[in-house]
């Protein structure tokens, strides 16, 4: 074996057992002061963060906080807001059924009134978006039948869920 073989035989060699310590199970390091909540294997660990995310009731729980602040922004007329606002509901429900696919049927309802809404929002049109809105309202409804729990009737907010006001051109996001 030439010496140039040897130095990459060695190289490879130091590759190899550098990849396989990285990525062999190990438990996690425990904190000094007792404060590490993940404990165990990166699998037990992954299985634990996902127990905390649950299903879709905590995506429920952002996009009901969402729907809220976009109403409220359309009636504001703080568009900047209500597109910011829509964003985040869009990403919440695909975060949702990212975890749970089995709802990603039903959740398909909601393109249609969502791209509505950014179409409203777009144009700045208050009465296009309370228009918008209602539809969307109703396409929750919807999932909610085909999802078998009808009883989670989605209305209008009556009241702001968030103490906090924004202004148009104060921010690009809040």
């Not at 729980?61 to 729907?67: F, L, N």
């Not at 109403?71 to 900047?80: I, T």
Request: with cysteine; charged share 25%; aromatic share 8%.
């Amino acid at each position: 074996m030439t010496k140039r073989t040897s130095i990459h035989a060695v190289l490879l060699l130091g590759t190899f057992i550098a990849f396989t310590s990285c990525t062999r199970e190990k438990p996690a390091a425990q904190a000094s002061d007792g404060t590490e909540w993940l404990h165990g294997t990166t699998d037990e660990r992954f299985r634990s963060v996902a127990k905390h995310l649950r299903g879709l009731d905590v995506t429920m729980m952002e996009m009901g906080y969402r729907y809220a602040e976009l109403y409220f922004a359309g009636q504001d007329g703080n568009w900047q807001y209500a597109g910011y606002q829509l964003k985040k509901l869009q990403a919440a429900m695909s975060n949702g059924v990212e975890r749970r696919p089995k709802r990603a049927q039903s959740a398909k309802v909601l393109e249609g009134p969502l791209a509505a809404l950014r179409e409203a929002i777009q144009s700045s049109d208050s009465k296009l978006f309370g228009d918008r809105f209602e539809g969307l309202t109703a396409a929750c409804n919807s999932c909610h039948q085909m999802e078998q729990v009808p009883f989670m009737k989605v209305v209008p907010p009556t009241s702001r869920p968030s103490p906090l006001r924004f202004t148009q051109g104060s921010s690009e996001e809040p």
